[in-house]
């Protein structure tokens, strides 16, 4: 049993890394490959599969690392941030998805329960797949980004109240009382899990950091500790894993918790992609294949188009309401769960789910791919969104028209914010400019001179003359949106200093080959920086002393 188990689940990582290198060497999302894997062993070809109850589990482990990882890093401040827009994405997407669905069933001749099973279940977003994208591209801490994981938890409590409704009508328990049930079972754990997180876990973490592997130990435990018992309270593993990060996240080890977590949520997360690949069946394909690939081009294609209308009424530019809605482009693994507790409940076929997964590959295949790539996509199809542009915010009074101003800073989130003062002090006329509404309105109520725009886009760049500034510094670490602003100023002979930010340094090295004066790699930059501190500093203990109190007034 355990030679065979051992010799199944090798064949299966041989199989995914060929096929890894395969996409790598391509530059496609190592995601497709793993769900091709698991095409190729599961049932329907090669049946490699015979023990799923264990690979089903490790693929839920991995669901349960990956959700701790978030909760890690998870920025509470940046989640507040876009709570509002996030709310109404949330719930406006549900709505309008549910409803278009409802009526594509309704035509493609599925009953009135089916249809209203499918078009709910085909709302919803994989929270698993957006961020491990989102990480991949280290875009987690975007605009976009950010709005996505807000949006992604609006989405996941809408999803678990559904799940709630049909067992509660299944089990003849009624609604009402399970609304309450849950309600006050979250009174209850709210202000537990603030107090274990504030008094208790620091003292416990001071001692298990001595020892790096004591601290790795622990904290896997603390994740299945925590998970474990939401479950046995009626939440999901998925909730009970991001909440065990987020109570870790205070902590001033959560980066080196993070790293060692992170090997074992990759391994787990392959296992998890594959198992939903040996989900499609060949069979179930072929008997559906006109409503998988209508269902499959609504979302690819229609649940974008509705972000970036709701995202457009919220006053978005079309950029960030293109990004955001590609990265919402595939159904989620609550879709699943949803459709499954139909069947259950005696609601639905099996047929429907064998349906849902090949519409889940197409489309979570579909849109690995554009999350990969949406910054070009978005540059080549861009005129087609000219009528996606918020008419609230071109009409306000933010972008009356500009006379050129001596220092331009693009991109006011985290750095743009550490650098205003210091540009405060060079006593020269400035504007901040930002792609974020809400960002903007902030500024405007605080009366900093501020412009609402996408600094990629060659026509505003016009608009704001940015040629003739003297100093322009960048914040945005994009690489698309740092050689599309010195290509401009390029065609323009610009003269003045231009600071632009990307991620690598094969990127700074191509920004510096198009004009730049200086380029921010973030790494790079801390790393000199400290180098500064050090040399400053030497080995004196007041010296470091002396420093830790002017970081802390900073």
């Not at 001071?206 to 299945?224: G, H, K, P």
């Amino acid at each position: 049993m355990l030679e065979e188990l051992f010799f199944e689940i090798g064949i299966i990582l041989v199989i995914a890394a060929a096929l890894s290198m395969l996409m790598y060497r391509f530059k496609q999302p190592l995601i497709i490959a793993y769900i091709i894997t698991g095409v190729i062993v599961g049932p329907s070809l090669l049946a490699l599969t015979g023990n799923p109850e264990i690979l089903d589990l490790m693929a839920q482990i991995g669901v349960a690392f990956l959700l701790f990882t978030v909760g890690l890093g998870l920025n509470w401040r940046n989640v507040k941030d876009v709570g509002g827009i996030a709310l109404a994405a949330g719930v406006g997407q549900v709505l309008f998805t549910s409803a278009i669905g409802f009526l594509i069933a309704i035509l493609l001749g599925f009953d009135v329960i089916t249809s209203a099973y499918i078009s709910v279940a085909f709302a919803f977003s994989s929270t698993i797949v957006i961020v491990k994208l989102l990480m991949d591209k280290e875009d987690l801490d975007s605009l976009y980004g950010r709005i996505s994981i807000g949006f992604l938890l609006v989405q996941d409590f809408i999803a678990m109240l559904i799940l709630l409704g049909i067992s509660g009508f299944s089990s003849g328990v009624s609604i009402e009382r399970l609304i309450a049930s849950t309600s006050l079972k979250a009174i209850v754990l709210i202000p537990l899990f603030w107090f274990i997180s504030v008094k208790l876990l620091p003292r416990i973490l001071a001692y298990v950091a001595r020892s790096q592997e004591l601290l790795f130990i622990f904290s896997v435990a603390w994740c299945f500790l925590i998970a474990g018992a939401l479950v046995m309270l009626g939440f999901g593993v998925e909730l009970g894993a991001l909440i065990a990060g987020v109570t870790l996240s205070s902590s001033v080890y959560y980066q080196e918790i993070n790293s060692r977590i992170r090997p074992l949520r990759d391994f787990f997360l392959i296992i998890f992609f594959i198992m939903l690949g040996t989900q499609l069946s060949l069979v179930s394909v072929t008997t559906s294949l006109v409503p998988t690939i209508v269902f499959s081009l609504f979302v690819l294609i229609g649940n974008p188009v509705i972000v970036m209308f709701l995202m457009r009424l919220l006053g978005y530019h079309q950029r960030t309401g293109f990004l955001f809605g590609t990265a919402v482009a595939q159904i989620s693994e609550f879709s699943f769960i949803l459709l499954v507790a139909g069947v259950a409940a005696g609601h639905l076929s099996t047929d429907v789910v064998g349906m849902a997964t090949a519409v889940g590959l197409v489309t979570i295949a579909g849109s690995s791919f554009m999350i990969q790539h949406n910054e070009k996509i978005f540059q080549r199809f861009k005129p087609m969104f000219v009528w996606m542009e918020p008419k609230t915010i071109l009409e306000s009074e933010l972008l009356q028209e500009h006379k050129a101003t001596e220092i331009l800073l693009m991109g006011y989130h985290r750095t743009g914010a550490e650098l205003l003062p210091a540009l405060k002090q060079l006593k020269r006329p400035y504007v901040v400019v930002d792609f974020d509404p809400v960002t903007i309105r902030g500024l405007a109520e605080i009366e900093e001179p501020s412009v609402y725009g996408d600094v990629g886009d060659q026509a505003f760049l016009e608009e704001i003359k940015a040629d003739h500034s003297r100093l322009i510094i960048s914040t945005i670490p994009d690489f698309v949106i740092s050689t599309a602003l010195l290509s401009f100023l390029r065609s323009r002979d610009f003269k003045g200093v231009v600071v632009v930010s990307v991620h690598s340094d094969e990127e700074a090295r191509q920004c510096y080959e198009l004009g730049a004066t200086y380029v921010i790699v973030p790494p790079v930059l801390s790393g000199k920086k400290f180098s500064e501190i050090l040399v400053s500093a030497k080995i004196g203990k007041k010296n470091w002393n002396t420093l830790r109190k002017q970081s802390i007034m900073v």
